[in-house]
């Protein structure tokens, strides 16, 4: 059974820093990354990773955002720094391996002084 438990979020002020992890288990998977999604908004792309270590990133990363992958572990990290109030959403660990893909239950990011 797959299962992506996330950790990490929390509040923090506006240029502050926060590490994200999602551990996974279950399977071996070629993509894990991090998706977000803000109140009235659709869920969208913050970073992935895949296995060998290629990386892509939502535009609105702008360097902030640095994702890295321990595959020992079965685990992806987001460090994000200078963060702004527009990073306020729920951010989802997604793990990928051929057609399936698979989702954490998400955790709370808050950016406000």
Do not use: H
């Not at 999602?22 to 992935?48: D, H």
């Amino acid at each position: 059974q797959v299962q992506l438990v996330e950790s990490g979020g929390g509040l923090v002020q506006p240029g502050g820093s926060l590490r994200l992890s999602c551990a996974a288990s279950g399977s071996i998977f070629t993509i894990m990354g991090w998706y977000r999604q803000a109140p009235g908004k659709q869920r969208e792309l913050v970073a992935n990773i895949i296995s060998g270590g290629s990386t892509n990133y939502g535009d609105f990363v702008k360097g902030r955002f640095t994702i890295s992958r321990d595959n020992a572990k079965s685990t992806v990290y987001l460090q994000m720094n200078n963060l702004k109030p527009d990073d306020t959403a729920v951010y989802y660990c997604n793990a990928r391996m051929g057609m399936s893909s698979y989702w954490g239950q998400g955790t709370q990011v808050t950016v406000s002084s």
